[in-house]
C-alpha cells in the first residue's frame, strides 16, 4: 500500500481517537469524584440522621478514594442546609441528606426558599426505621386501641409530646389522630431529647417517635411500647407489636432518610451517584451499623424516591391542612 494511503488512514484513525476522547471531555463528570463530596445534613450532629449520613459517607470515602465530608448544617427544621444543596452548583459535589421534615415544611411554611420539586433531585432513600407508639411504663393504656378508644371519647385528655410545633413526631401524632377520629392535646418541647425524657416522667401521656431515637429510653424500663411502624416485631423490641397487629392497620409510618442532588445536576451524574451509594448500602459494614440503631438501608431507584418524596408532600399537605397547623 502506498505510503501516503498509510499516512490518510493513520490521521482518520487519529482523528476519529480525537473525536472520541473529546466526546468524553464533553460529558459531564460523571463522577468517580475528583475532589472531595460534601453530604449537608441539615439537623445537628449526634441524632439517627447524622449518625446514618456518617456511616454512609465512611463507605463511599472507602469505595471511591475521596473523602465524604459530612457538614451539619441545623435550623429552621432543616431549611437552611436544604436550602445550601438547593443553591450549589449542580455537579454532584454538594447533596443533601435529607428525612421527613423535607416534606414537611413546604406544608407549614408560607414561603420556602427553594422549590422542592425544581430545586432538588431525589437520588435514593437510604435507610428507614419504624417508629413506634409509647407511653409511660406506668400508663393506664395497654394497647394501642384501648388508647386510641379513650382518645376519641375524650377530646384532648391524651396529651403527646414532640420536639417542636411541625416536627416529625408532632404531625406523625396528627396524622394518628386523624385517621382514627381521636383529638390529642400537644405538648411541644425543645427537642427531641427534651420530649423522650418528658415521657419517661409522665409529664405526657404518649409519644410517636423512631426506634433510633429511643432506644436508651426502652432500656431504662421506663416507657413501653404499644405499636411499632414495620412489617415484622422489631428485634429491639420483641414484646412490642407491628401497627397491623396492634389494630393500627391504616397507619403506616416511618422514619426514613435519602439523598438529593442540586436540580439540574445532569443525569449521568445522578446514575453514578446513585450506582455508588447504593453499592456503599449492600456493604456488610453498613448494613450491620444501621441494625445496630434500629434501621436498615434501602437504595430505591431515583424514580422511586421521586414518587415517594411527592406522596409525602401531598400526605403532610393534608395533615397540616386538617389540623390546622402553622409553624412557629
Do not use: C
Not at 450549589?88 to 423535607?102: C, H, K, Q
Amino acid at each position: 500500500m502506498p505510503a501516503i494511503h498509510l499516512l490518510r488512514r493513520g490521521l482518520a484513525a487519529l482523528a476519529i481517537t480525537v473525536s472520541i476522547a473529546l466526546a468524553a471531555a464533553a460529558q459531564p463528570a460523571a463522577h468517580s469524584p475528583a475532589k472531595p463530596v460534601r453530604l449537608i445534613v441539615p439537623f445537628a450532629a449526634g441524632g439517627p440522621n447524622d449518625v446514618m449520613a456518617r456511616v454512609l459517607a465512611q463507605r463511599l470515602t472507602l469505595d471511591t478514594g475521596q473523602p465524604f465530608v459530612v457538614d451539619n448544617k441545623p435550623g429552621a427544621g432543616g431549611i437552611i442546609g436544604t436550602d445550601a444543596v438547593a443553591k450549589a452548583a449542580p455537579d454532584g459535589y454538594i447533596l443533601g441528606f435529607i428525612s421527613a421534615p423535607f416534606t414537611m415544611s413546604p406544608a407549614l411554611q408560607a414561603k420556602m426558599p427553594y422549590d422542592t420539586a425544581r430545586d432538588l433531585i431525589p437520588v435514593t432513600k437510604v435507610g428507614e426505621s419504624p417508629m413506634v407508639l409509647m407511653v409511660p411504663s406506668t400508663s393506664k393504656f395497654s394497647s394501642a386501641t384501648e388508647l386510641i378508644a379513650f382518645a376519641r371519647k375524650n377530646p384532648e385528655k391524651v396529651t403527646y409530646g414532640s420536639g417542636g410545633v411541625g416536627s416529625t413526631p408532632h404531625l406523625t401524632t396528627e396524622l394518628l389522630g386523624s385517621i382514627y377520629g381521636a383529638k390529642f392535646l400537644h405538648v411541644p418541647y425543645k427537642g427531641g431529647g427534651e420530649s423522650i425524657k418528658a415521657l419517661m416522667g409522665g409529664e405526657v401521656d404518649v409519644l410517636i417517635d423512631s426506634i433510633t431515637s429511643t432506644g436508651p429510653a426502652f432500656a431504662s424500663g421506663r416507657i413501653k411500647g404499644l405499636g411499632v411502624g414495620q412489617a415484622t416485631r422489631a428485634p429491639q423490641l420483641p414484646d412490642v407489636p407491628t401497627f397491623n397487629d396492634a389494630g393500627l392497620q391504616k397507619f403506616q409510618v416511618t422514619h426514613w432518610v435519602g439523598v438529593v442532588a442540586t436540580g439540574k445536576t445532569p443525569g449521568p451524574v445522578i446514575e453514578t451517584l446513585h450506582a455508588q451509594i447504593v453499592k456503599a448500602l449492600k456493604s456488610p459494614d453498613v448494613i450491620k451499623k444501621f441494625e445496630e440503631i434500629g434501621a436498615h438501608p434501602v437504595g430505591d431507584s431515583p424514580a422511586e424516591f421521586d414518587k415517594f418524596v411527592r406522596g409525602e408532600l401531598d400526605k403532610w399537605k393534608q395533615v397540616v391542612k386538617t389540623a390546622k397547623i402553622q409553624a412557629q
